[in-house]
């Protein structure tokens, strides 16, 4: 018997809206700040990773994409993306890429010059995103900056899942997902003292 949808099995939308939304106005990158935030309220809160299991928009665009549409090789995941050390040392690589966004925007922010706004994929290559820009001379620079370096985080993480989907299987991506590691670390710490 087939289940009936659930609202929340239509979240890939939103995540879909927010990576076009941001193409033509980058200040829509500052909503990402809510797929940033809730997974980890989530987690404190209720101890689960309910955002991760139901609520990823992402997790479900390649479940969809990869599934459905038949665009993942299915392949098993390989092992090493399942090890601690990797998941960890991609979530402490993520967290550098981060703080250098922050520290970038802070800069901008307090003045600095010869810093320009720009969209970067996997943090290194520049993306031509001036289409976007028109709206971020309506705000002062720190804000568009923080845009530019948040939309370039979340470019990131789609486009490895989409590498990783096509390779592997639909949701390759969860099982590095910085996000996923993050809550899942704030899980086993909540429950350290409850069992036994």
């Known amino acids: 018997m087939k289940q009936s949808k659930k609202w929340y099995d239509y979240l890939w939308v939103l995540s879909a809206l927010y990576l076009i939304l941001g193409f033509f106005n980058i200040l829509f990158a500052w909503l990402g700040l809510i797929c940033f935030f809730l997974p980890l309220g989530i987690a404190v809160i209720r101890g689960n990773k ?3 299991n139901r ?5 479900q665009l ?3 994409l990869g599934a459905r549409l038949h665009l993942s090789r299915g392949r098993p995941v390989p092992r090493f993306l399942k090890q601690k050390w990797f998941r960890y040392g991609f979530l402490a690589f993520f967290m550098l890429m981060f703080c250098n966004m922050l520290f970038t925007t802070y800069l901008v922010a307090a003045g600095a010059s010869g810093l320009r706004e ?5 943090w290194v290559f520049r993306l031509p995103w001036h289409f976007a820009a028109s709206a971020a001379a309506l705000v002062p620079p720190g804000v568009a900056q923080f845009a530019f370096g948040f939309y370039g985080v979340m470019l990131t993480s789609p486009v490895l899942g989409l590498v990783t989907m096509v390779l592997f299987k639909p949701r390759a991506w ?3 997902c910085p996000m996923g ?4 670390g704030i899980c086993k710490l909540r429950h350290r003292g409850k069992v036994g």
């Open 55 to 59: 609520y990823c928009g992402r997790g």
């Open 174 to 176: 969860c099982v590095y």
């Open 118 to 122: 720009a969209v970067t994929l996997l």
């Open 181 to 184: 590691t993050m809550t899942q």
């Open 50 to 52: 309910a955002y991760c």
């Open 62 to 64: 390649f479940e969809l």
